[in-house]
């Protein structure tokens, strides 16, 4: 009979669920705060469930020499080391859709307070000073909601806002026109939304794309007067920049449940009578907690007693049986749906998948789902195998696969094509006999490249002359190639350079790369 620890409070229908599997459960609420007592009782478990006091360390990891799954009641995961978890062949599981309508509904209740003032009023009626003039708000009644990040939660606050009659418009890259017309709410660029908006909600990970995405002079941009809520995550917000707005009076009022750091002490903005503050409350609700809770006790009884995988973050839904033959493939999907992501800007309309030869014949499923997690992954940050297939179909896109048999040079390959609103991208790619990826055409151009950690892309115009400024160039910055793989369309047309490099470019190094003669694009792939 497996063995599972709950080493955070969880309820007690949760821990039943396990005991209803045929799951030995060990309840220690409290374990989880004493990592010296954690180290040595983690050996005995097969499964580990958590909320966010269990810090699942290295250390720990390398201690739980039986541990097979590690669930997290929640989204957030950042307590736990996921690459140690996956070297070790460790699954971990989070429970991503189960506080969304908490979340929402605590930015739109954080709203109403801005508007009217409640907590200030609250401490100010109980101070007996009945100052009735002094709180003068204002209505939400059509108003301008300005959605930054329109996935899963920002649908759910687009929602609500609607039946509250206010005008919602959205900035966020991989909304389609189709699917902001589904949900009412009208597409924007963020300039247009940093003008238009009476009201701006934050609802996007914080990945490099977002970090600070209202600072010093997206704020200035901002109508003035706006009142701004953030219930997703610290670090979207130039917390210096914003307290000099609210200062100003350009930015109104804040509600902020999330901060840069937290337990947030001391921080400035508490000194403000037009902030309200919550100490990220966005998730703390009885229903919520008790959703996540069950869902993870769910999760983790049936990868023990049957095998099954659900919102792994760390790996896809695969059967022990196909695991050595698929997940090559399954690397390949996702690095091309990386490749074609961290290239793309724009929103996506569609995502094309076509196996051909030996991975037609296999379970498509994870493979697919690997791709559109590779493809979404670098601008929605929060998203994993499981879930990526659900949010690219919450956001409209048309997700195609094909299958055939073999027909060309190859045994097998997979291609893969994005569609945006500006163009169409598509690469290919196969499995060497040493079972790793190889990218073999790009943009419609034949070539053969083993993917790196870090590489460099570059299209260019086909002319004499060209590797040899961009080699130059490269050990003038510093940057030592470990390989160069070149490929183009026709003798002057287009080309493409892919060098695998040692260490990673700044922005000032890969603007000197794009000012090289021929030059149409540079960037830099992680892998």
Not at 65 to 93: E, F, H, S
Request: with cysteine.
């Amino acid at each position: 009979m497996p063995k599972v620890l709950v080493s955070d409070k969880l309820s007690p229908t949760a821990v039943q669920i396990f005991k209803d599997n045929g799951v030995e459960v060990d309840y220690l609420p409290d374990l989880g705060k004493d990592k010296e007592k954690l180290l040595e009782v983690i050996g005995q478990y097969d499964g580990l469930a958590i909320r966010s006091a269990t810090k699942v360390t290295e250390k720990i990891i390398a201690a739980a020499t039986n541990l097979k799954v590690i669930g997290r009641a929640g989204i957030g995961v950042d307590n736990v080391d996921i690459p140690a978890a996956t070297k070790k062949g460790i699954i971990v599981m989070n429970t991503p859709f189960g506080n969304s309508i908490t979340t929402a509904e605590h930015a739109i209740a954080m709203m109403m307070a801005l508007a009217r003032q409640l907590p200030e009023a609250d401490a100010s009626t109980r101070a007996s000073k009945w100052e009735k003039n002094r709180f003068m708000g204002v209505e939400v009644t059509n108003k301008t909601l300005g959605l930054i990040g329109a996935g899963n939660i920002g649908s759910i606050v687009a929602d609500r806002a609607i039946g509250l009659r206010m005008k919602v418009i959205a900035y966020d890259p991989f909304l389609t026109p189709e699917r902001a017309q589904t949900l009412g709410i009208e597409k924007v660029e963020l300039e247009d939304l940093l003008t238009r908006a009476d009201f701006i909600t934050l609802h996007t990970p914080l990945i490099d794309a977002t970090r600070n995405i209202l600072n010093a002079e997206t704020l200035a941009k901002t109508k003035k007067g706006v009142r701004i809520v953030n219930c997703a995550r610290g670090g979207l917000i130039d917390e210096a920049a914003l307290y000099d707005a609210l200062k100003s009076g350009q930015v109104a009022g804040a509600a902020l449940d999330v901060f840069l750091v937290e337990p947030a002490e001391n921080n400035p903005l508490f000194d403000l009578p037009n902030v309200i503050c919550t100490p990220h409350l966005g998730a703390s609700t009885t229903e919520a907690q008790e959703n996540v809770a069950l869902q993870v006790a769910e999760q983790i009884s049936a990868y023990l007693m049957t095998g099954e995988i659900t919102n792994a973050l760390n790996f896809p839904s695969i059967s022990a049986e196909e695991a050595p033959i698929i997940t090559p493939w399954v690397k390949l999907a996702e690095a091309l749906g990386s490749f074609a992501g961290q290239l793309t800007e724009t929103s996506i309309s569609g995502i094309k998948i076509e196996f051909e030869g030996t991975p037609a014949g296999l379970n498509i499923r994870p493979m697919v789902a690997a791709a559109i997690n590779g493809v979404l992954k670098p601008s929605l940050g929060d998203i994993n195998m499981v879930s990526a297939p659900q949010i690219a179909k919450d956001r409209g896109i048309v997700v195609e696969t094909t299958t055939r048999d073999q027909q060309g040079a190859y045994e097998g390959y997979i291609r893969l094509t994005v569609t945006t609103e500006r163009q169409t991208r598509g690469l290919a790619g196969t499995i060497f006999a040493n079972g790793k990826p190889r990218i073999i055409q790009v943009k419609d151009i034949n070539m053969e490249a083993e993917l790196a950690p870090s590489m460099l892309y570059v299209t260019n115009e086909d002319k004499p002359g060209h590797i040899g400024r961009l080699g130059t160039l490269l050990g003038t910055l510093g940057i030592n190639i470990a390989n160069f793989n070149l490929g183009r369309a026709d003798v002057g047309g287009d080309a493409i350079a892919l060098v695998s490099i040692d260490g990673t470019l700044t922005d000032e190094q890969l603007d000197q790369i794009a000012r090289l003669e021929g030059v149409k694009q540079a960037k830099t792939l992680k892998f």
